[in-house]
């Protein structure tokens, strides 16, 4: 198959007739139905991203199984192609990559500005080219996000760094191994230990990375780079270790499943007080969502089958909720679950420590009939006895998700708009949850 311009159809800016999510689609819901069936996890987006851009390092073909089908996954594979990457879905479905030429070095703000995961083009780019021009991501619906730690890493490794009109530009004849820290004021950072992970695995010499992020991802993306000739231990623990290598070379590479998706739809289940099974979920990875569920009266089981089950009690209890970096809970389902606990009887708290701004979904929710006070970084959540459907706006990825778990349960109506940000994230959700019971339509506005 040809590249991504066959696989996937042009860009969105010269054809909106690819499913890039179309900006002005609302979800139609009907709450009030329990869900019941089964679902399957799609592989996980924030395992494909730097995975995907991990391929810029590597000489020969990589292949990508379960590699979602989402409007960042197609961004980051358009990206890839203006890089001189060949990509094309295969028949099974699966991604096949490969670099043909390495001369453009250059993630264009057009492509950066709709999907800051390209930042993480940079490591691999410096490490495997000599140099990259990254156009500095700009503001984000979930709040404030730097990324000088991604930089000081690259510098400690060697990389010489300029910022000139927006574009971070980066270069280096040859990385050196180092001591590298990367905690800042709100923990470790996700792409940032992915971009000097990668980058570390050509430079001459051992790079230490101390307060690593301890993601799943980040573990997904080490083990496939090891697969392809890297010498990368500890990940997992905030102690990477990488030894340099000459050369890596593209494997086979099953993506992880998504954990964040899997916790949404253990949301969505335990919400409509519904008797789902989950299929292709790692429930190692969901430990502290479980573990808050159980206090609400949520109870999460894995089947002999590998299947997970999901059961609720009629009356959910309050709890209280802090979001930190892997392994505890996890930012990325602060809202979903946000959304459950306005049902509780009781008051709750969440505290959001990583994003302390990400609650663009409170006052959305409020206007469903939730009682939520939000005080800096906190969010009080006063249990009430239902919601009730309303037009709601979307406008972050994870907040749109609390915004379709709410809708699942409130009485009436709810018009979800802009669920462009949905698309980017999740897999035609409104048709996954309808083949188990929900009331769900995607609506063209
Ligand atoms: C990843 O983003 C995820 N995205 C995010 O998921 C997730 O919310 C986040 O990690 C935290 O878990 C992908 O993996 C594609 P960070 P990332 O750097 O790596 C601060 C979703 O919904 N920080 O770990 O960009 C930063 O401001 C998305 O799927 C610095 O201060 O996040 C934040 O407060 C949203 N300086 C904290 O660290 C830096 O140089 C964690 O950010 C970098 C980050």
Not at 243 to 266: K, M, N, S, W, Y
């Amino acid at each position: 198959m040809g590249g991504i311009g066959n696989a996937f159809g042009p860009h969105p800016n010269n054809d909106a007739s690819f499913n890039w999510g179309k900006t002005l689609d609302q979800f139609q819901i009907n709450g009030g139905k329990r869900l019941k069936g089964t679902i399957r996890v799609n592989g996980s987006k924030n395992a494909s991203l730097p995975l995907l851009a991990a391929s810029l390092l590597t000489e020969g073909e990589s292949v990508f199984r379960d590699l979602p089908d989402l409007s960042d996954t197609n961004h980051m594979m358009y990206l890839l192609e203006k890089l001189g990457v060949s990509v094309s879905r295969g028949a099974e479905g699966a991604i096949r990559v490969q670099v043909e030429d390495e001369l453009n070095c250059h993630a264009e703000y057009e492509l950066v500005r709709k999907m800051r995961a390209s930042v993480c083009v940079m490591g691999p780019l410096l490490a495997k080219r000599g140099k990259a021009q990254v156009s500095l991501p700009g503001g984000c619906n979930i709040g404030y996000r730097p990324i000088g730690l991604h930089l000081q890493g690259l510098e400690a490794l060697g990389a010489d760094i300029d910022l000139v009109g927006g574009d971070i530009y980066l270069k280096a004849k040859k990385l050196r191994g180092a001591e590298v820290f990367l905690g800042g004021p709100f923990g470790s950072t996700v792409l940032g230990t992915a971009n000097v992970m990668m980058a570390a695995c050509l430079a001459d010499g051992t790079t230490v990375i101390e307060c690593a992020a301890c993601e799943p991802e980040i573990v997904d993306l080490a083990d496939y780079l090891n697969r392809c000739g890297a010498q990368i231990t500890g990940h997992g623990t905030p102690r990477i270790s990488i030894e340099g290598v000459d050369q890596l070379r593209g494997c086979e590479h099953q993506v992880i499943p998504d954990r964040i998706e899997a916790g949404t739809f253990i949301i969505a289940a335990a919400i409509t007080n519904g008797d789902v099974k989950i299929e292709n979920s790692r429930l190692d990875h969901l430990m502290a969502l479980i573990d808050r569920l159980r206090i609400v009266g949520v109870n999460v089981e894995r089947s002999a089958d590998g299947i997970v089950q999901v059961s609720s009690s009629r009356r959910l209890e309050p709890v209280t909720i802090t979001t930190q970096p892997y392994p505890g809970y996890p930012t990325d389902l602060q809202a979903q679950v946000m959304a459950l606990l306005c049902l509780a009887d009781g008051n709750s708290v969440i505290t959001e420590k990583i994003f302390p701004d990400r609650f663009v979904h409170v006052a959305e929710l409020n206007r469903m009939g939730a009682k939520l006070r939000k005080e800096g970084p906190t969010v009080i959540i006063e249990g009430v006895k239902n919601l009730v459907g309303a037009p709601v706006m979307a406008s972050d990825l994870r907040a749109s998700a609390a915004l379709v778990l709410a809708g699942l349960i409130a009485k009436g109506t709810t018009h979800v708009s802009r669920v462009y940000h949905i698309d980017r994230g999740y897999d035609r959700i409104e048709q996954r949850l309808a083949a188990i019971g929900a009331d769900i339509r995607r609506v063209p506005s």
